[in-house]
């Protein structure tokens, strides 16, 4: 048996050696726990996966996409999309994602 690696030694006493050989802990990231949830209302499907149309206006679909820009801020893109030719009817952008920017984007489409 080797006695060489059962000295006791302080642990500032290994901080301080490992700083002089620039070596350093590798820390784990702490995994986000993810809480499953049941959701308040299930919108009915309408579409039914017939993401084609005959004519123009018929379906839209609308999507909301975050973009993140600069250290901590993030920007959010809602658009509605025709399925007819697959154009854009209206987009609006924002600093949160939330009702009042889908319905901004719903009142622009249908105003114009």
């Not at 290994?14 to 919108?43: C, E």
Request: aromatic share 10%; net charge positive.
């Amino acid at each position: 048996m080797n006695r060489k690696f059962e000295e006791k030694l302080n642990h500032k006493r290994i901080y301080r050696l490992m700083k002089l050989s620039n070596m350093r802990s590798v820390t784990r990231v702490k995994k986000k726990v993810y809480k499953r949830s049941t959701p308040d209302h299930v919108a009915e499907n309408v579409l039914n996966r017939e993401f084609e149309a005959v004519q123009p206006n018929e379906k839209w679909v609308k999507d909301v996409t975050e973009f993140k820009y600069g250290p901590s801020k993030k920007a959010y893109l809602s658009a509605i999309r025709d399925l007819y030719d697959g154009s854009i009817v209206s987009y609006v952008l924002g600093h949160s994602n939330n009702n009042q920017l889908v319905f901004e984007t719903l009142d622009y489409a249908i105003s114009c």
